[in-house]
């Protein structure tokens, strides 16, 4: 039996969203209240699958550390770190390229999104990549992944992995790891097409909430977010269809800390023209007092250093005796 463990990441690639906050550091600070060992970490090694400019990549590191700390992750009860810093993830990723089967590479959806038409063009790494994220938990031995639903194909593969492993070694030493999809914002979507992840990605400013921007910001892009004519329904069942009404309701509930039938419940019959700006309201007061954090906490990037280098060191105590015992079980 192996004991409860979390590990999740976020790649430092710059421009964290309101969804990255609700899906994923938000549910990060949440489960240290749980009494589980929690361990973050800044996937640096991730963001290079494409290609980052070295000086930003470096402020955007430190930018997504006081993200995390400004969302709540306390970097003493959490172990909080930089991925490149702790040797073990990319010496376990070459173990797991050689457990990991090119057909189940292929399947992966998230390859393809991202390599977009030209995939002959695109990094190895990039294709490479959840290998490399099931060294990332697994070197923990990690049992549960807090993520959005974005990440589920590449937990299954992670399983996998773990399971391949285990069977082809005879072993049971990698224990097989869970996802913790949950809450009303495990995939917030585009402010301007209900049927799109809200992503940094996304070439329209609009379509995200920036957990850079002031209230101001906030409140516009929720003003002039797409929605029907229709007021809210009185059932959840009446946003069936309405993938940009949904939107905005489970993001207020995720705000709110409410499930979406409840908002419904409260707003029944509500035009966006009121809903709107209760919505906004909501985001600038939750959103606004993390902004101003991060923004105090990226004064000091020695303090933010400090605080990584220390996560480092924690993290390379429980990883490097797990890589030990991979070397000693593989035959190296
Ligand atoms: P991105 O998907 O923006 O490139 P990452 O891959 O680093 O960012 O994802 C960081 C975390 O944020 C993951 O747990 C992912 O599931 C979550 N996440 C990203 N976008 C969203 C979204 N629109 N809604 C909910 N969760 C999200
Ligand atoms: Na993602």
């Known amino acids: 039996a192996f004991s409860p463990r979390i590990f999740s990441g976020i790649q430092p690639s710059g421009g964290l969203t309101l969804g990255n906050y609700l899906g994923a550091l938000k549910r990060f600070a949440e489960k240290q209240d749980e009494g589980i060992e929690t361990i973050y ?14 000086a930003k990549l470096r402020q955007q590191t430190r930018e997504g550390a006081a993200a995390f700390i400004a969302s709540g992750v306390d970097p003493a009860r959490s172990i909080l770190f930089n991925q490149s810093q702790v040797s073990a993830h990319a010496e376990l990723a070459w173990i797991f390229n050689c457990v990991a089967r090119l057909g189940w590479m292929n399947r992966m959806t998230q390859f393809k999104d991202k390599a977009g038409k030209n995939a002959e063009a695109a990094s190895l790494g990039l294709y490479a990549y959840p290998a490399l994220m099931a060294a990332d938990i697994m070197a923990y031995h990690a049992t549960h992944v807090p993520v959005g639903e974005d990440q589920k194909q590449h937990l299954e593969l992670t399983r996998d992995i773990a399971a391949k492993f285990n069977h082809d070694y005879g072993v049971e030493f990698f224990p097989i790891v869970e996802p913790l999809i949950e809450g009303a914002a495990t995939r917030v979507m585009s402010l301007r097409d209900g049927t799109k992840k809200m992503s940094k990605s996304d070439p329209s400013d609009q379509s995200r909430i920036n957990l850079t921007d002031d209230a101001d910001a906030i409140a ?64 600038v007061s939750v959103m606004s007092p993390i902004t101003t954090e991060m923004n105090r906490l990226m004064q000091d990037p020695a303090e933010i250093d400090r605080i990584l280098g220390a996560g480092a060191d924690r993290a390379e105590a429980i990883a490097r005796p797990i890589l030990d015992q991979v070397y000693d079980i593989t035959g190296m």
């Open 41 to 54: 970490c800044l996937v640096d090694m991730h963001a290079i699958t494409v290609w980052q400019d070295p």
């Open 220 to 283: 516009a892009k929720i003003r002039k977010a797409k929605t029907d004519p229709e007021p809210l329904p009185d059932t959840l069942d009446g946003l069936k269809d309405r993938p940009e009404a949904r939107n905005l309701v489970n993001i207020y509930a995720a705000l709110a800390g409410m499930t979406a039938a409840e908002v419904i419940a409260q707003n029944a019959g509500a035009q966006f023209g009121t809903f709107k700006p209760k919505l906004a309201d909501l985001a």
